[in-house]
């Protein structure tokens, strides 16, 4: 599924991988914030993926052959990229997040690690389309991809933590 420079993929890893991500988020080590702009205080905390662990080496391998395909992105080869940042958003419950952009030229990737949704627990990704706030829900083991430039946030879920795995690549 896609719209607008937003793709959507179901069933991105297998249930062993998904199981390890999760457990992964969940023992992980945080530190407190992420600016959205340098003009907003800072949210949530933050994981950063070390290049060497086991969780990087399978998101660089499943998301490199997306970004580094044949197509053409923005005016630039989509070779040019390079994967620039991986790491962990976690968001306490009623946190309010910042609309954003990750950057001018590149491809974002969010990874959804929570094992279960429903429609009154929230979470969904918003993303500013066309003056429109569309939002893409945060589904069992859901990879969406999109141009770094695309104005979005992350809300938050009712009464539990949400996990969202970044991967960023640009130029």
Not at 68 to 93: E, S, W
Not at 101 to 112: A, H, I, R, S
Not at 152 to 171: C, D, N, Q, V
Request: glycine content about 6%; hydrophobic content about 35%; overall charge negative.
């Amino acid at each position: 599924m896609s719209f607008k420079n937003i793709e959507i993929f179901d069933g991105f890893l297998s249930i062993h991988e998904h199981d390890f991500v999760l457990n992964y988020c969940l023992e992980a080590s945080y530190t407190y914030g992420e600016w959205d702009r340098p003009e907003t205080p800072p949210t949530g905390m933050v994981h950063e993926i070390d290049e060497t662990s086991e969780i990087y080496e399978l998101f660089e391998s499943r998301t490199e052959d997306l970004v580094l395909g044949p197509k053409v992105h923005h005016h630039y080869q989509v070779t040019d990229f390079k994967l620039n940042r991986m790491y962990i958003n976690c968001f306490a419950p009623t946190e309010c997040q910042y609309f954003h952009t990750d950057g001018q030229n590149g491809v974002t990737f969010l990874y959804y690690t929570q094992d279960t949704w429903d429609i009154d627990i929230g979470g969904e990704t918003q993303f500013v389309v066309d003056d429109e706030i569309n939002g893409i829900i945060p589904i069992l083991n859901r990879m969406v991809m999109f141009d770094d430039n695309i104005l979005h946030r992350a809300t938050t879920f009712r009464s539990r933590h949400r996990f969202t795995l970044a991967i960023k690549y640009g130029l």
